[in-house]
C-alpha cells in the first residue's frame, strides 16, 4: 500500500488556475471513484475539500474542482486566492476496507 | 452539530503501548452504516491512514500496522478507542479521529500530537 504520489509543491498567481495531481494503480484510484482531497492549513486539521473525485461538501467553494483519469486524479483550483495557501492531500479507497493517501503538496500563492 | 475530540498522553515512552480515545457528539456509531478511523501525521510529513471501525463493529487495519494496532468503540459513551503497541520515536505524530462518509473523511477532530521519547 504505497502513497499516492503528489507533486511537493504546486504556486500560481493569485486569479490564475492550478491542478494538482494524484497518481496511484489500478488497485486505488483506477479501481474506485473514491477519491478524496483534503485541504490542511498549518497547525489545523484537514478540511474536506472534493468527495467521491468530483463532489462538493457543502460549503466548499466551486472554485475546487476534482477529476480522474485512468490512475491519476486531479485537483484543479481556479481563481486562486491567497486563503487557498496551504497543504492539499489526495486519498483513494484501496479495497479491502482499507484507504491511502497521497504525498501531499504545497500550494502557494505569489 | 457534529464534533470530535482526540485524548491521550502527550508523551510516552518506546515499547509502551499507546491508548487514545476520541470522544465525538452529534451523530450515533450504532447508525447503520456509520464509520470512523484513525489517520496520523507525523510532524512535516503526510497523512496515514490506521484503522476503522463500522457501525456493525467491522474492523479494518492499514497492512503495515495491522499487528500493533486495535480499534474499538463505545457505543454509550459516543468513544472510539485506539491502542498501538510497542511504541517507537517513529511513530512520533498528530493523531486524528474522523468520520466517514461516501468514501471520505468528512469531519475530523483537532488532533493530539504524541511524542515517543524516553
Known amino acids: 500500500q504505497s502513497a499516492l504520489t503528489q507533486p511537493a509543491s504546486v504556486s500560481g498567481s493569485p486569479g490564475q488556475s492550478i491542478t494538482i495531481s494524484c497518481t496511484g494503480t489500478?488497485?486505488?484510484?483506477?479501481?474506485?471513484?473514491?477519491v478524496s482531497w483534503y485541504q490542511q492549513h498549518p497547525g489545523k486539521a484537514p478540511k474536506l475539500m472534493i468527495y467521491?473525485?468530483?463532489k462538493w461538501p457543502s460549503g466548499v467553494s466551486n472554485r475546487f474542482s476534482g477529476s480522474k483519469s485512468g490512475n491519476t486524479a486531479s485537483l484543479t483550483i481556479s481563481g486562486l486566492q491567497a486563503e487557498d495557501e496551504a497543504d492539499y492531500y489526495c486519498?483513494?479507497?484501496?479495497?479491502?476496507?482499507?484507504?491511502?493517501f497521497g504525498t501531499g503538496t504545497k500550494v502557494t500563492v505569489l | 452539530q457534529v464534533t470530535l475530540k482526540e485524548s491521550g498522553p502527550a508523551l510516552v515512552k518506546p515499547t509502551q503501548t499507546l491508548t487514545l480515545t476520541c470522544t465525538f457528539s452529534?451523530?450515533?456509531?450504532?447508525?447503520?452504516?456509520?464509520?470512523m478511523s484513525w489517520i496520523r501525521q507525523p510532524p512535516g510529513k503526510a497523512l496515514q491512514w490506521l484503522a476503522r471501525?463500522?457501525?456493525?463493529?467491522?474492523?479494518f487495519y492499514s497492512r503495515s500496522l495491522k499487528t500493533r494496532l486495535t480499534i474499538s468503540k463505545d457505543t454509550s459513551k459516543n468513544q472510539v478507542v485506539l491502542t498501538m503497541t510497542n511504541m517507537d520515536p517513529v511513530d512520533t505524530a498528530t493523531y486524528y479521529c474522523?468520520?466517514?462518509?461516501?468514501?471520505?473523511?468528512?469531519?475530523w477532530g483537532q488532533g493530539t500530537l504524541v511524542t515517543v521519547s524516553s
Open positions: 474522523a468520520r466517514i462518509d461516501f468514501g471520505s473523511f468528512s469531519y
Open positions: 452529534g451523530f450515533s456509531l450504532s447508525t447503520s452504516g456509520m464509520r
Open positions: 471501525i463500522d457501525w456493525d463493529d467491522d474492523k
Open positions: 489500478s488497485s486505488d484510484v483506477g479501481s474506485y471513484d473514491l
Open positions: 467521491e473525485g468530483s
Open positions: 486519498c483513494s479507497y484501496a479495497g479491502s476496507s482499507t484507504y491511502v
